[in-house]
């Protein structure tokens, strides 16, 4: 009986689907185990093989704790929204709503090809409505709330109002801005208006205005990970520094509790410091200067420091370039110097500016007076490494305690100060200290910590500064100036943002045939009357709104009521197991965490970090081919035999390479024929091709798509192939031509019950013990890699087992029966075919994983190396319990021994127990 794998996995794929084999209920009785991949945007380009790494990684998990008795939830949707959306569409001139549905389809198309475990009666799209009604009402409870630093957690604003009403601000400093102190005398005297724009500096959603990454062409924000040198990682356009009306989350209100979260969830130490150094936590002290400029329009600025105790070492200041005041303290003589920077900054994105190695900088024309000697004059400069949203904007520099500092110093020619002397004694200023690393976080001999505790007292007391923690992570842009996403589920009236009441939602997204930019860097909405008639919000939210959240209705998808219900998301409770990659190590997993939070404290949820484990899949990269066009000419040299030839390296598609050799005939026909007067100069009759691995990308002509390879060699093959490249952690390369030894693999197992002239060879004999320590080792392997997530050795043990059972010819039932239910995680298809084939009638998705016994792979023997004078000649396995008597007597009657002897006497016996026998003669 021949594998036809197409037919057996077209089979049992429409099986499956007709009796809705992998829908989940929430049955309470039973343990559950929830495995999440990062659910993708469904792109037009569909999956190439890369794509399905985590995807097949946590069906394996999921169908193994399946197996294993869980009431598994293991669900599947699509992150639609969106820039991607947005422009595919514009790109092919339809709406996004007929382009994402269509995406949609081809993507659902290719993941049941691949056979994967999803109960896809709980998808969800984040662009339908029935999902985005909850994402509004997410939002709703953001707005109507603020974070209660006394209780540390997220109240309803009405509490804040009535603490107002009763005492002002006095116990809630204001963290949109600390300049606002008000009593409860003031509070009832403020006109609604100022009422309602003091709650929106206390809200956790709130809106103001900010410096956004601008890009015209797209007509839309853009997060600082989608420009790169200056342009849109998305088409390539000149983006820009604007400032724009936008909506924020106050995710720093949250950045103690991001931090001490990570201590209670299983992630990598890499992720977890990845997340930490976004936070960036630090402490220190915000330092009052006062400025002497020609115009002294501005009379001060703050600046942060770590080191306050290095105050009486500052050198010069720096301030960040977008800062609204530096044209007005610019000196007329570097106003055009300074207008020039501040040009060439705003065309450098965040991410840029942080990474820069080169230094920049220019000075103002103003200076700083030191605020202890009150004398010192400290050049004031602006320098892209400054960021007006990290801190103050300002920073003092004190070159002979800071490296960055000291280059900046250096290559302005700024002097650098001998001492940090002038060291501040607690009192009065100190000259007698050297500045030097070792000593620089002293202050009379004290420790760094208790120097900074007197000096921030001190600055305390002088009036010209205050302790400070600061957190590098900025609150968090929430809108974006385009068509595809959720509209905001607020009117605007006379300057006031007031919600929609939670039995209007959803606030339905207009539908039109075309949209565009609106004026003044508004959202397309803004062109809509009926729309703004209304007073509605013109912007959308971001991309990561659908997203935040979407765990959670997988567990409840088609509440009306709630997003989901209390009962579901207790027993659901945190993802066991999320899959994803390393590129939404930040925004996405905090954004996350944020919501589930602000959830937590609101009562709607029992648990507060979304994802108990995380795992990172590698990524599968392409092995590029290329091609070698000698410059100038049509003619195409084989790679091992260029020699002084100009020639043009070109990315060839990997489809039309047999490993390394090109098909002559089909690349004349690619791309259209641009290349069918091609000519050949060959090595051995072949053209052979270069080959680098990079990422996998169409640009590249280097992807290869799943359905290809399914069609040739079965989606059990393919899923396996993917697992056996290496951990699923780590990044490796594609190379098409391994597949194959997986897919004799499978033929092999399948030889264990039929053979090549279609009869069965299994049989229900019972098994030998032999039988059953190949089955037991097995199962101890492949259970305990399955748990660790260590898929490649698992299905290096499949292999051995399979060996194992051809060398021994054991057929019988019993054994090949636990094979089948430990195969079904990586190779459901054919494990299911060949259980039903074995005489069960019930799905094997349903069996019990065996059970590990120790007994079955006890040794009860050792296999010896039996050495003459030091060399090997033979083995011979002996009881373990053999004695010396015993063993000496077999290997002097060995045929083999008396060979190599030749009747010498035997000097001396050698028997080290579990190790090894020697002969000297």
Known sequence: MEYNFRQIEKKWQQQWKDTQAYKVVNNFEKPKYYVLDMFPYPSGAGLHVGHPLGYIASDIYARFKRLKGFNVLHPMGYDAFGLPAEQYAIEHGVHPAV?????????????????FCYDWSRKVNTSEPNYYTWTQWIFLQLFKSFYNKIDQKAEPISVLEEIFSQEGNKNHECPGDDSIKFSAKDWGNFSEKEKQDILMNYRLAFCGYGEVNW?????????????????????????EKKKLRQWYLRITDYADRLLQGLETVDFSDAMKEMQSNWIGKSSGAEITFEIESERQKVKNFTAYTTRPDTIMGVDFCVLAPELDYILEIASAQQKEEVEKYIAYVKSRSERERMAEKRITGCFTGAYAINPFDKTKKIAIYISEYVLAGYGTGAIMAVPCGDERDFKFAKHFNIPITNIIGKYFDGVNANPTKEATLENSGFLNGLPMRKAMEIVIEKLAEKGIGKRKINYRMRDAAFSRQRYWGEPFPIIWKDGIAIPLEEKELPLLLPEVEKYGPGANGEGPLSNIESWTERGLETNTMPGYAGSSWYFLRYMDPHNNESFCDKKASDYWNQ????????????????????WTKVLFDLGHLSFQEPFKKLINQGMIQGSSRFVYRIHGTNKFISSGIINNEEIDKIHVDVNIVDGLELDTEKFKQWKNGEFANAAFILENGKYICGTEVEKMSKSKFNTVNPDDLVERFGADTFRMYEMFLGPVEQSKPWDTKGIEGVHRFLKKLWRLFFDEIKCKVWNEEKPTDADLKILHKAIQKIESDTERFSFNTAVSAFMVCVNDLQDAKCYKKEILEKVLIMLTPYAPHIAEELWHALGNTTTILDAEFPKFEAKYIKESAKNYPVSINGKMRTNMEFPLDATQEEVEKAVLGNEVIQKWIEDKPVKKFIFVKGKMINLVI
């Open 575 to 594: 993802v066991d197991v999320y899959i994803g990659g390393t590129e939404h190590a930040v925004g996405h997993l905090l954004y996350s965490r944020l």
């Open 99 to 115: 382009s994402t549905k269509r995406n949609i389809e081809t993507f659902e198309a290719q993941l049941n090809n691949i056979g």
């Open 215 to 239: 890009c015209e062409a797209l007509g839309t924000v853009l997060a600082n990970d989608e420009v790169v040198n200056g342009v849109s990682e998305r088409g390539g356009f000149p983006v």
